[in-house]
């Protein structure tokens, strides 16, 4: 399964510990230049951005979109891939998304940037960055409105994420079909870029 990312939005979603972290480092390590937005400290060795701010606050929103603006559409700078890691804490549901960050939703496309949001549940994350993302990767899930939003997605999906293996994972295309796919095996490869 190979699929191109360039200038494509992608959405991870997971419990803790499912294999969220270990699959973006092998997304990450796949990419000739990758950036994270690493909010919780765990990509060492990655090209990355620790934020002072960590929450939906004015602060956090001027940081994030600073550090876009600098370092993710400039041209010179702009990296292949960018990622928000804790998407949902900068960019929640029924919240405006951040400047910057609608800026690349719109019109990631034109930089061929290829850009990732990370939350632990999809119902916490702005509902513009899921239902316009390319690409959905569920780990396992099993909340009751989480199974009631990946069903409203595609038939059989909120099912197909419950019934998981662990660090197995549900890959969902544009036209909004998924399968199943084996946990990544190391950070050195990934089936996706």
């Known amino acids: 399964m190979n699929i191109n990312l360039t200038g494509k939005r992608l959405c991870i979603f997971g419990l803790p510990g499912s294999g969220k972290t270990n699959f973006t480092k092998a997304l990450l390590a796949s990419t000739k230049k990758a950036l994270i937005y690493d909010t919780l400290h765990e990509y060492k060795g990655f090209d990355r951005y620790l934020p002072k701010y960590r929450d939906y606050s004015e602060e956090s929103q001027d940081e994030l979109n600073a550090f876009i603006r600098k370092y993710v559409t400039v041209k010179q700078k702009r990296p292949q891939f960018f990622i928000i890691d804790e998407a949902n804490r900068y960019c929640p549901n029924r919240k405006p ?59 059989g999906l909120g099912d ?5 293996e662990p660090y197995h994972y549900v890959l969902v295309d544009e036209s909004r079909s998924f399968k199943t796919c084996p946990p990544v095996k190391d950070m050195g490869t990934t089936p996706l870029m």
């Open 160 to 164: 197909a994420v419950r019934a998981l």
């Open 97 to 155: 998304l951040p400047d910057q960050v609608g800026e690349l939703n719109d019109f990631n496309r034109h930089f061929r940037l290829a850009t990732g949001y990370i939350s632990r549940r999809p119902t916490q994350l702005n509902t513009d960055l899921v239902e316009l993302a390319h690409y959905l990767v569920f780990f396992r899930l099993v909340g009751k409105n989480d199974y009631q939003y990946m069903e409203s997605i595609s038939e």
